[in-house]
């Protein structure tokens, strides 16, 4: 009997899937038995499509695991989409072992093929339902955890929605990607053989999607993102107006113009608390503070920008204070209000703060941008000033603090390298949610003392204090530290790593930190995106959580320079006042 080939019915649309030789049918002959005639037509058309049964398997228990809980809860929309784009990886991963499996070992029976396609139908949509409760309450215990009002009943509906579309236009853009390596394959085995044309179509089709990517959808979004943090910038925030003291840039005498500043510094100088609040906190007359700052129109290059911050200093007398802080501010140029009010309500004034902007784009874009504008800001700024400082006759210089927040503490470490050297750096430094990039607080995490949680680490020889919640801070025995680490326990930009792809974090293992909710576990690839997309939106919880921190500096910066007489209730008086 004469051999006919024809396209397997359950992948035809499969790259590289052979052709199964069936025999040729006589008139009026039944076709031979395959695992069609027993689906249902719903399921004959899902078979049809060419989905592959190990990709749909794989999809299937990866869209029940994104509902897992991560360190932040997820808003409906983003829990969809994070569903949808979990599903796909699951996917792409099934059906990529289920191709090396056929090839690697013979094709599966037509029988084994129908019974699993059943076995399918059967248990997804149980373990889907059984996952969507679940997840529901999850997130539910989490948002209570965190002080957040519990979702709402229906968003399980959208959330499923939003899901399937997701999925549904990924499997899409996959099925175009592949048929166009098909296409270029086919146009080039018309100069070369099969392998090489397979290979080089779809190095072809690589190299155009990445540059499709990336010039339509990375370089846009930062485009986009430039164009707007630009216009920002030049504006100026409700109620900031020009100083009239000539002890803050911008002001009168001041080497620095108002307009130069950018939106962040206009409101870093202009938000300083009146004498008669400081008077009236600290029950003594107050002087006016001092507040410096140069934007990044002030000068042209970084090093004329903290040549002229010293040289504010030097104009204002600010060498003369009880301290000079040196403050490395977020990617926007943004200092929090509180940073810079606390130190000046408990030094009743006597205090000079300086900034520098070094971007105008959020610490996301700065980060992923170009890091060394953080670095080369922070090293030239704390050179400067620590250089004008270490020229005063010890006796007579002034307590020098540093503060960074967020990729702000990533210019501070990097500036001084190791550990030792920040804690020699400076009489004191406090870091308020340090990235995953920093080098010395990753040296000191893994180098922390035997038993102390990764979370919470203990670094012994070396005057470095760690806390999860700023009230640690307050019960603290032994020698005072001269660096303290606020780091909240489900920050993201802190505990994000590349290891998440294929390693269990250390802090998901012993005992976790408070925050943490006990049904969070790692599964390879699923937790490092889960943790991933925590980090886009790692500021929209409340205070004390992600990466939000607050009125917690009050609390650092009278564990590491305290001013004489200072106590726990002065502290606890001036979060409060500082929380109204």
Not at 14 to 21: D, L
Request: net charge neutral; hydrophobic share 45%; with cysteine.
């Amino acid at each position: 009997m004469r051999r006919q080939v024809v396209a397997s019915p359950t992948g035809w649309l499969a790259p590289f899937r052979g052709r199964i030789p069936v025999p040729r049918l006589s008139p009026g002959q039944t076709p031979p038995h395959t695992t069609e005639p027993s689906l249902t037509p719903a399921r004959r058309r899902i078979v049809r499509s060419g989905l592959s049964l190990t990709g749909a398997a794989f999809a299937a228990v990866f869209y029940c695991l994104s509902f897992t809980p991560s360190l932040l809860p997820r808003a409906w929309s983003l829990q969809g989409v994070v569903a949808g784009i979990t599903a796909a990886m699951g996917y792409a991963v099934g059906a990529a072992l289920g191709a090396l499996f056929r090839r690697g070992w013979r094709q599966p029976t037509a029988r084994t093929v129908r019974v699993a396609w059943s076995v399918l139908f059967a248990v997804v949509p149980l373990l889907v339902v059984v996952f969507l409760w679940l997840g529901t309450r999850w997130q539910r215990d989490l948002r209570i955890r965190l002080g957040m009002p519990p979702p709402e009943e229906h968003d399980v509906v959208r959330t499923v929605g939003v899901s399937l579309l997701t999925f549904g236009l990924l499997l899409l853009i996959a099925r175009l990607l592949r048929l166009s390596t098909h296409g270029c394959a086919w146009l080039f085995r018309q100069f070369v053989p099969a392998p090489a044309a397979w290979c080089a179509g779809s190095v072809v089709v690589a190299l155009l999607a990445y540059g499709a990517v990336d010039s339509l959808l990375i370089t846009q979004m930062f485009s986009m993102a430039d164009r707007s943090a630009a216009v920002v910038n030049s504006g100026t925030g409700d109620g900031v107006r020009v100083p009239e003291s000539p002890l803050r840039s911008g002001g009168p005498r001041s080497l620095v113009s108002w307009d130069s500043l950018g939106r962040q510094g206009r409101a870093f100088v202009a938000g300083v608390p009146t004498g008669e609040q400081l008077t009236a906190f600290a029950g003594r007359p107050a002087l006016e503070p001092i507040r410096l700052y140069a934007g990044l129109s002030s000068a042209y290059t970084v090093e004329e920008r903290a040549d002229l911050v010293v040289r504010e200093m030097d104009r204002t007398g600010a060498f003369d204070r009880a301290v000079v802080a040196i403050i490395t501010p977020t990617g926007t140029g943004w200092v929090d209000s509180k940073v810079p009010r606390s130190l000046e309500y408990m030094y009743a004034g006597d205090t000079a703060l300086v900034s520098m902007q070094y971007s105008y784009l959020p610490s996301f874009f700065a980060f992923l941008g170009d890091r060394s504008e953080v670095v080369d800001a922070a090293d030239a700024l704390i050179g400067a000033v620590r250089e004008r400082w270490a020229a005063m006759p010890v006796g007579e210089r002034p307590r020098l603090l540093l503060f960074g927040e967020s990729l702000g503490t990533y210019g501070m470490e990097k500036t001084f390298g190791t550990p030792q050297s920040l804690v020699d750096g400076a009489d004191g430094a406090l870091l308020l949610g340090p990235t995953f990039a920093n080098p010395a607080h990753r040296a000191l995490t893994e180098g922390r003392a035997e038993g102390s949680p990764v979370w919470d680490p203990d670094y012994p020889g070396l005057a470095v204090e760690f806390a999860d919640d700023a009230a640690e801070l307050r019960t603290l025995t032994g020698p005072r530290p001269k660096v303290v680490y606020l780091q909240n326990a489900t920050d993201p930009v802190v505990w994000w790593s590349w290891d998440l792809l294929w390693k269990q974090p250390e802090w998901l293992n012993g005992r976790r930190a408070p925050d943490v909710t006990p049904d969070m576990h790692w599964y390879p690839g699923i937790t490092f995106w889960q943790i991933s997309c925590d980090l886009v939106f790692s500021n929209k919880v409340p205070t004390g959580h992600g990466h939000v921190y607050k009125s917690e500096t009050v609390d650092g910066w009278a564990t590491i320079a305290p001013p004489p007489g200072w106590t726990t209730a002065d502290s606890l008086r001036l979060r409060a006042l500082l929380d109204e």
